[in-house]
């Protein structure tokens, strides 16, 4: 049974990192000591060793050890092991590029979708949707692909951010951006504002923390659902 | 020889669509009353037609009537016959995808080579670069490649913007996001501020407009320039 928390974001403004969702994931990975930690996204360029350190903080509080998959000889095999599996935030196309060189994206959906609690944040949730077309990442690196694991049946658009009146910038809003995407795809989007995530319970996905979520749908108006929202119909 | 504008925008706040850069252009095309657009980035994702007819409206206030490349049979030899091109704003992806898919990358780099007028605003600035790694657009179509015309040899940040200090959202700024370019890529970077154009004329390249720029080299603290500011020499 799937069992996989998709977060907005790591930290929440004015707190440490993964602190928000501690006591989440004390219950979300109670069943392993040792989590396998996928750092590929590199958030400001830091090496694999310098992310898994960083990583490793917060989850001491919780009791848990972090292990890089960049550690192991075979990848494959360490995620097969693994009884958690940590995708951090940085830069879906770096992320998503390492993964296909790697080779491991398969082994990853059928651990996965064969029960292996994962967490994904940023980056690391926005491959969880059907294609990383919604990431609001520079495309520093060309990937093979942007298809991604698929575990829901829609994309995600992490730290969701709603468009500010008092700016003069021409730049386009989120809201704009994703419109634009509907003009050529046709997936759900499900817009995440930082501090919440989704949990999927096998065929169960449900919105979680604080904030409501916004939904892209095609050829309909974009619309909010609150913290507790069943969104398992949403394809 | 080249004779390009590379606009950060084609609108600043508060002014109608190309107001700020109307003088310019009447000198730019001096030498044609007819200019021929490649409305492929599709802001919003209007139609080719829709786009074509809203740009139109600027120009006609310098006597240019404007004809979009979806209008001719054969698009190669409407890029060799103009002697005037404009590659308006939208999504650099979708851009991109139609130049390649339509085969004129090549057309457009010798065109414009030979000294056809060029003038590029936001994604048609973008892809005035060596590549598009640093567009800031949602990667809502995948593209043959991210390779684009190199009229310049850096790469261009248009709409470049700089860090909000108030901000609590966990985002990356544009500072950040071009930092992680260059553990990937060597080449600069100059980030071009709105209502900002580079200009181009055969071997020299000058910044114009009332903003500075902001200078991203690898291994080097960005650094800005003025307006006026030659920037040949940057490779």
Known sequence: MKDIIIASTSTVHGQGSLEYLLDTL???FKNTDSILFIPYARPSGITHDQY???????FTKINKTVIGIHEFDDP???IRDAKGIFVGGGNTFVLVNQLYKNDIILEITSAVNDGTPYLGTSAGSNICGLTMNTTNDMPIVY?????????????????????DPTSTHMGETRETRINEFH???????VGIREG?????KGKS?????ELDARIFELSKPPYEVTSGTDLSDLK
């Open 26 to 28: 004390k219950i979300h």
């Open 183 to 189: 003009k050529f795809n046709s997936q759900p989007v």
């Open 205 to 209: 996905i449900t919105l979680k923390g």
């Open 76 to 78: 494959k095999q360490a």
């Open 143 to 163: 990937p093979p692909s942007f298809k991604t694991f698929g575990f829901v049946p829609f994309n995600i658009n992490p730290h969701y951010l709603d468009p």
């Open 196 to 200: 919440s995530w989704l949990n999927v």
């Open 52 to 58: 898994t350190d960083k990583v490793s903080i917060p």
